[in-house]
Structures are given as structure tokens and as C-alpha cells.
């Protein structure tokens, strides 16, 4: 089992930058591929970007293609996700996620995510 805490959040102008981080317990993180959701007020929790176990396959959502960036230490059992060029659109609770597998495959689908944070804030203002 994995325990999962999302940090960075916050509120920032359009154009600017944000930071998340997703710290997680145990001895075994390398083994869980990871990926970050989000949810707005009023929408479904929507997938942003996912990353395999060992860093080979990364995958973003369109919305956020060429602005996120998704890395991993596995030495420091940590996921960030480097989010630039912030829009208002991007206002939601950010979400880590995992899964323990050591596949290639990127996960797109929340139910295939067996771990979830409390997550983060992230407020985008115009």
C-alpha cells in the first residue's frame, strides 16, 4: 500500500508557473506507475498527465500538451508535475495517483488507479 501527499498548489497569474509535487510512502515506489488528475467545480476528474514506473512512457492530456511536464524521482519517492503557461482553464484540485505496475503502458482512466491523494489547489487568475 501506498500513501500519497500533493503539495505546490496555490494561486498564480495567468502566464505563470506552478510546481506540484506528490510525495509517497514506502519502500516500493518505483514499482507504481503514477499519474496527476484534476478536478473543477462541477466537472468530472479529468486525466492530465501519467508516467510509467521506470520514466520510459510519459502522456498528457491536449489541454495541457507542451505546457506540463511530468517527472519522477524514484529516489526520493516523489512525482512532480512542472505545470507553465498557466490559463484560468486549469483552476481545479490537482490529483496523484497509482498504480503498482511495471508496464510500459500509460493509464489514462482514473478506475485504473488504485492509490489517490487528498490533492492540491491550483487557482489560475485572469
Known amino acids: 500500500q501506498v500513501q500519497l501527499v500533493e503539495s505546490g498548489g496555490g494561486l498564480v497569474q495567468a502566464g505563470g508557473s506552478l510546481r506540484l509535487s506528490c510525495a509517497a510512502s514506502?519502500?516500493?515506489?518505483?514499482?507504481?506507475?503514477m499519474g496527476w488528475f484534476r478536478q473543477a467545480p462541477g466537472k468530472e476528474r479529468e486525466f492530465v498527465a501519467a508516467?510509467?514506473?521506470?520514466?520510459?512512457?510519459?502522456d498528457y492530456a491536449d489541454s495541457v500538451k507542451g505546457r506540463f511536464t511530468i517527472s519522477r524521482d524514484n529516489a526520493k519517492n516523489t512525482v512532480y508535475l512542472q505545470m507553465n503557461s498557466l490559463e484560468p482553464e486549469d483552476t481545479a484540485l490537482y490529483y496523484c495517483?497509482?498504480?503498482?505496475?511495471?508496464?510500459?503502458?500509460?493509464?489514462?482512466?482514473?478506475?485504473?488507479?488504485?492509490?489517490w491523494g487528498q490533492g492540491t489547489q491550483v487557482t489560475v487568475s485572469s
Open positions: 514506502g519502500r516500493t515506489f518505483s514499482s507504481y506507475a
Open positions: 495517483a497509482a498504480r503498482m505496475t511495471y508496464s510500459r503502458i500509460v493509464y489514462y482512466s482514473a478506475g485504473r488507479y488504485d492509490y
Open positions: 508516467i510509467t514506473s521506470s520514466s520510459a512512457n510519459t
